[in-house]
C-alpha cells in the first residue's frame, strides 16, 4: 500500500538561511566604514573631540555588529565563539580608546593596532569556518591584512607627525572588503538555492 503521506520538503540549507542577513549586515559595514573613514580623515591630524568621538564608535559599531551577527550564526551553527571574542576585544578598544585619546596620536595608534591584529586574526578564523556558505575570502584576506595593518599601526606610533590618516584608509578599505563579500554571499546562496 502506497503511503498517502507526502515526502518532507527539504528546508533551506543552514548556509544559505545565514547568507541573507549576513549579506545585509556587511553592506550595512560597508555604509558605515565608507562614512567614518570619510568623517576621521577631516580632523586626522588632531584629536579634536569629533576625531575622538569617531574613535570610540566604530569599536562600539563593531560590539553591535557581531551581536546581530551572533544572532543570525545561532540558526546556522556559525562560529560563535569567535564572534563573542570579537565582541570582547571591540568592547575592551572602545574603553582603551576611551583613555588613549587623552594621551594623544601615538598612544591611539597602539590601542587600534593591537585591536587590529586581534581582530583581525578572530575575523581570519571565523571566514575560514564559514567558507561553506561562499562569499568568504573577501574576509579572509581582510583578517589577514588587519594584522599586518595593526602592526604598522603600532609602528607608526613611534614616528614623528603621526596621523589618524592611516586609520581612515583602513576602515575604508575593510568596508570595500565587506561590499565584495556582500555582493558573492548574493552570488552564491540566492533565493531558492543552497
Known sequence: MASSVAPPTPSPAPAAAAAAPLRRL????????????????????????????????????????????????????GPLRGLYANVALSTLTAAGLVAAVASGIPAVLRVWGAWAITAGLVQLLVGILRRGMGGQWPMIASGALSTLAGASFVAQAGKDGASLASLAGYAFLGGVFFLVSALRLGRTAPAGRG
Open 26 to 77: 556587511y553592506f550595512v559595514r560597508f555604509a558605515f566604514a565608507a562614512v567614518w573613514a570619510a568623517l576621521l580623515f577631516t580632523t586626522a591630524r588632531s584629536l579634536e573631540p569629533l576625531g575622538a568621538t569617531l574613535l570610540v564608535i566604530y569599536p562600539l559599531f563593531d560590539v553591535a555588529c557581531a551581536v546581530v551577527d551572533i544572532r543570525s550564526a545561532r540558526a546556522g551553527r
